[in-house]
């Protein structure tokens, strides 16, 4: 069958958008007609190439919800009609971090993330009309009208829960609630610091305000962001291009006692840094936010074992996808997670040059989201 996508053929030049083959579902997999798809700041790393990939052409996009159309040899999990978040996880089930529960470090999953093809055979869906293979980005390419991914990677939702808000669960909202719930485990009355108001740092502060926590402090360079950081839970804005958060955070919001619990949410080695130095004694910093492969972070490390602090890496919250995305689907059905206010923008995937400018002009405040 044919599918538009839109497809990255150099590193940080203009995708296109052209007109796909696309093989029916193997055994194993699913045909999905893609609804939507929030643009992530992840995709514009992955698309500048700073992760060290070596799978072009290929189809970005990993947030994305839609409607499976047909399934392949043996899925009994999902059939035609269903509708599915699309996620980037298609965990063994066997090895030994599947086998105690997580999923999201699975020891067969993480080296074949890359690699562009799909896990059932090793081999891309997606050519060109003469043959040309285009590559898969993290099993999903939601950049394109139709995808075939994994049913293990597939998650149904109810359909009551709208399409546009359900894609936000596939990455910015899982990764969020799940650093805070899955990875942190914050409780009530426990201070928390987010860098980053991105879809992920902004989840973040809404999984903190589901914990109990206070302060929840949001820091951003753009002070455009902080009505929208407000309006999902964070207690208090510092715009970091006008002020150190540092001394802020430190003396006259904690008063010298520093935070339990700081969220860097954007990958950046000043951030982790500004967020190191604001943890109390015995505090913990969640990496959530992914930098590229070059970036190194010089730390005092006399901090970790003097003053009991940790340094904790998280992977997609270590989410359990297949539980944890119908369980966030229900909290939006009774408005405990707002989904609605965090899309700010529709926009077609022709678009998709123009999202990519504003991206990198720091002008997207919220989730901009694809629709197809």
């Given at each position: 069958m044919k599918t538009k996508a839109a497809v990255t053929r150099d590193w940080a030049e203009p995708m296109t958008i052209?007109?796909?083959?696309?093989?029916?579902?193997?055994?194993?997999?699913?045909?999905?007609?893609?609804?939507h798809t929030g643009f992530c700041?992840?995709?514009?790393?992955?698309?500048?190439?700073?992760?060290g990939l070596d799978v072009l052409p290929l189809v970005l996009g990993h947030e994305t919800a839609g409607v499976v159309q047909?399934?392949?040899?043996?899925?009994?999990?999902?059939?035609?009609?269903?509708?599915?978040?699309?996620?980037?996880q298609a965990p063994c089930g066997t090895c030994e971090n599947c086998v105690s529960g997580n999923t999201h470090i699975c020891n067969e999953l993480l080296p074949s993330l890359g690699s562009g093809k799909l896990p059932s055979d090793g081999t891309a869906r997606f050519s060109t009309k003469d043959g040309e293979v285009i590559n898969h980005a993290l099993y999903v390419s939601g950049f394109s009208e139709y995808i075939v991914s994994p049913a293990v990677a597939s998650v149904k939702v109810p359909k009551e829960l709208p399409l546009d808000h359900a894609c936000l669960l596939g990455c910015a909202v899982g990764t969020g609630w799940g650093s805070v719930h899955r990875s942190a485990g914050v409780q009530a009355g426990e201070s928390v610091a987010v860098w980053g108001m991105g879809g992920i740092g902004l989840s973040i502060i809404q999984g903190a305000r589901l914990a109990g926590a206070d302060p929840i402090i949001a820091v951003d360079l753009e002070g455009s962001k902080e009505e929208i950081a407000r309006k999902m839970g964070a207690t208090h804005f510092i715009n970091s291009s006008?002020?150190?958060?540092?001394?802020?955070?430190?003396?006259?919001?904690?008063?010298?006692?520093g935070i339990h619990w700081v969220f860097e949410a954007i990958g950046d080695p000043?951030?982790?840094?500004?967020?190191?130095?604001?943890?109390?004694?015995?505090?913990?910093m969640m990496a959530v936010g992914i930098p590229s492969c070059e970036d190194m972070v010089m730390l005092p490390f006399y901090a970790i074992p003097f003053q009991g602090n940790q340094i904790i890496g998280?992977?997609?919250?270590?989410?359990?996808?297949?539980?944890?995305?119908?369980?966030?689907?229900?909290m939006a059905l009774k408005g405990q997670i707002n989904l609605k206010d965090m899309i700010t923008k529709h926009l077609s995937l022709d678009?998709?040059?123009?999202?990519i400018n504003a991206m990198?002009?720091?002008?997207?405040?919220?989730?901009?989201?694809?629709d197809f």
């Open positions: 052209e007109e796909l083959e696309l093989e029916e579902p193997k055994a194993g997999e699913v045909l999905v007609k893609v609804a700041h992840s995709d514009l790393s992955a698309w500048k190439g700073i992760y047909a399934v392949g040899e043996g899925v009994t999990t999902l059939k035609p009609g269903d509708h599915v978040v699309s996620c980037w006008e002020e150190d958060p540092v001394p802020i955070i430190r003396e006259e919001l904690t008063g010298g006692a000043g951030a982790y840094l500004q967020s190191f130095f604001v943890l109390k004694n015995g505090g913990k998280v992977l997609y919250g270590n989410l359990r996808h297949q539980i944890d995305i119908p369980r966030l689907a229900n678009q998709i040059n123009d999202v990198e002009n720091r002008e997207i405040v919220g989730r901009w989201v694809f």
